[in-house]
């Protein structure tokens, strides 16, 4: 079975643009993460989703930040509009079970979205 | 503020050598993992801890979780230039909705 795909690898733009990233999870897995990770602050939970439904966003940094998950197999992450500071490597992360309240779900990480923003 | 300090933040290492890496926190952990992040790419899971004082083993890699589960140690015997990467612990605290990330201990084995 395929990992998680995310799209593009990649993704070099200026500041003021929108910045749309993709991601498939692995078939079957109901949780659905999106992550940024940079050399200041490590991995950082952005938002995630159980079964479509967004259960935690707390870590999308402001208002310019959103995130969709329209059916099981597809999520995106939009920045608009983008600044500086949002460049980082965004994972996207499928899970089958819980990574939290008693369980320990495996978190799948797809290779990432490398964004700079000029 | 850092709920999990890794330690160290960087190492490199000959070939050959031992080498332990930490991570700790103020608080308990409900469970802790352990990924392997290499250049260009995704964390892997290396190995899930749950119980105090528990020791797990995969291949020349011994991870142990403290009694007390507030820290946890990885150990690597005989170290390879394969064992290259970026070394994170993640945990999951009581009552809270997610897993939280360390900032990773980068090794670099040399040949």
């Known amino acids: 079975d395929a990992g998680v795909i995310q799209s593009p690898r990649h993704e070099v733009t200026e500041m003021g643009q929108e910045v749309t990233l993709r991601c498939k999870p692995i078939?079957?897995?109901?949780?659905l993460f999106w992550y940024r990770q940079t050399m200041m602050r490590g991995l950082e939970l952005l938002i995630y989703f159980n079964n479509n439904v967004p259960i935690d966003d707390s870590g999308m940094p402001e208002d310019r930040f959103s995130a969709k998950m329209p059916n099981a197999s597809f999520s995106t992450l939009k920045i608009q509009p983008s600044e500086p500071r949002d460049s980082a490597v965004y994972f996207c992360?499928?899970?089958?079970?819980?990574?939290?309240?008693?369980?320990?779900?495996?978190?799948?990480f797809g290779e990432g979205s490398r964004l700079t923003v000029l | 503020t850092q709920l999990l300090e890794q330690s160290p933040q960087f190492l490199s290492i000959q070939e050959g050598e031992n080498l332990t890496v930490y991570c700790n926190s103020s608080?308990?952990?409900?469970?802790l993992q352990w990924y392997r992040q290499e250049p260009g790419e995704g964390p892997v899971l290396l190995v899930t801890?749950?119980?105090?004082?528990e020791v797990k083993k995969l291949k020349r890699l011994t991870f142990q979780f403290g009694d007390a589960r507030k820290d946890s140690s990885l150990h690597i015997t005989a170290a390879q230039p394969g064992d290259t990467g970026l070394y994170l612990c993640?945990?999951?605290?009581?009552?809270?909705?997610?897993?939280?990330f360390g900032t990773g201990t980068r090794l670099t084995v040399i040949p």
């Open positions: 992360a499928s899970s089958l079970l819980p990574t939290s309240g008693g369980y320990t779900g495996e978190l799948f």
């Open positions: 608080s308990v952990f409900s469970s």
């Open positions: 078939s079957g897995h109901d949780y």
């Open positions: 993640a945990g999951g605290f009581p009552g809270a909705n997610n897993l939280f």
């Open positions: 801890v749950v119980t105090g004082g």
